[in-house]
């Protein structure tokens, strides 16, 4: 179901992560069926697009210029106030329902500001526009057999990857976004697999940068995925090496143990940096 709405709350969070803030949602949630995905938590089913985003950008804009604290360089940009358009949505995916390029254009002129966001889809329509380094695509990568059980119908991994080096000869910025990194029995193997395929397809080594975010579930995800036959709940739900967590909504998150995790993220460094030391982790969690 898609519904179009006049966003009223314009609120920017603080991210620090993927990028430096979080812009209002031009689009709450996702059409996409991807076993993990954490809007579906808040919104199970359709999408809201925003009418009003002549209003978003505004607010955008008032906030680069007179209530951003970063200070640059930092890990998310050496130059630009980075904010993540995406946080609620695959902009990528429901493009097609935005004047998108009336957003890209926004960013591309902006001195100050500049666009991000994560996509498991690959954006072929976004070929035709040069944002000229102003707009940053992360594609979100894991092993292909996992993906094909946790996020169906998204696009294959190889086709991902090969696609970096095009989206960067467009005058995209290009990152990868390993996320989520599920643990399971050889997990080892596969990603030693996903990295060398990065190193024989990417070209642009000196500039692919990279963000790893291990997996976090949520105990009503977890009932909701299998009340609907969802896949992969064993994959994902593994108590004996996962702890709970609740999150500052109030709700029941699980992740993996403290101590497990801090191995898991050593090993996942190892492999990694092995394989393609060249593209540098900014942030693992």
Not at 98 to 112: A, L, Q, S, T
Not at 158 to 171: E, H, M, N, V, Y
Not at 260 to 282: A, G, M, V, Y
Request: aromatic share 14%.
């Amino acid at each position: 179901m898609l519904e179009k709405v006049i966003r009223k709350t314009f609120t920017i969070r603080e991210s620090g992560r993927s990028s430096d803030y979080i812009t209002p949602s031009f689009g709450y949630g996702c059409l996409l069926a991807c076993s993990y995905c954490y809007m579906k938590r808040h919104k199970p089913e359709g999408l809201s697009i925003a009418r009003n985003i002549g209003d978003i950008l505004t607010s955008i804009n008032d906030h680069a210029y007179f209530y951003s604290t970063v200070e640059k360089p930092n890990q998310t940009d050496e130059e630009y106030v980075t904010y993540d358009i995406a946080c609620n949505e695959d902009f990528a995916l429901h493009s097609k329902y935005y004047n998108w390029e009336y957003i890209f254009e926004f960013f591309r002129d902006h001195p100050v500001a500049k666009a991000t966001f994560a996509t498991k889809i690959i954006p072929i329509n976004f070929l035709s526009f040069n944002p000229q380094n102003k707009v940053r695509i992360r594609f979100s990568l894991m092993p292909q057999k996992i993906s094909d059980i946790l996020e169906p119908k998204t696009s294959k991994i190889i086709d991902r990857i090969k696609a970096i080096d095009t989206f960067i000869d467009s005058g995209y910025d290009v990152h990868v976004n390993f996320s989520p990194v599920v643990v399971y029995k050889g997990w080892e193997k596969d990603y030693e697999e996903l990295f060398h395929m990065l190193n024989d397809y990417v070209d642009y080594k000196s500039i692919v940068k990279a963000e790893v975010i291990f997996l976090t579930h949520n105990e009503d995800k977890h009932k909701y995925n299998l009340a609907n036959n969802i896949p992969g709940e064993e994959l994902m739900w593994t108590p004996s090496i996962q702890e709970t967590k609740t999150s500052q909504y109030g709700g029941k998150n699980v992740r993996y143990q403290h101590n497990l995790k801090k191995d898991f993220i050593s090993t996942f460094i190892r492999i990694h940096d092995e394989i393609i030391p060249w593209n540098t982790i900014r942030y693992i969690f």
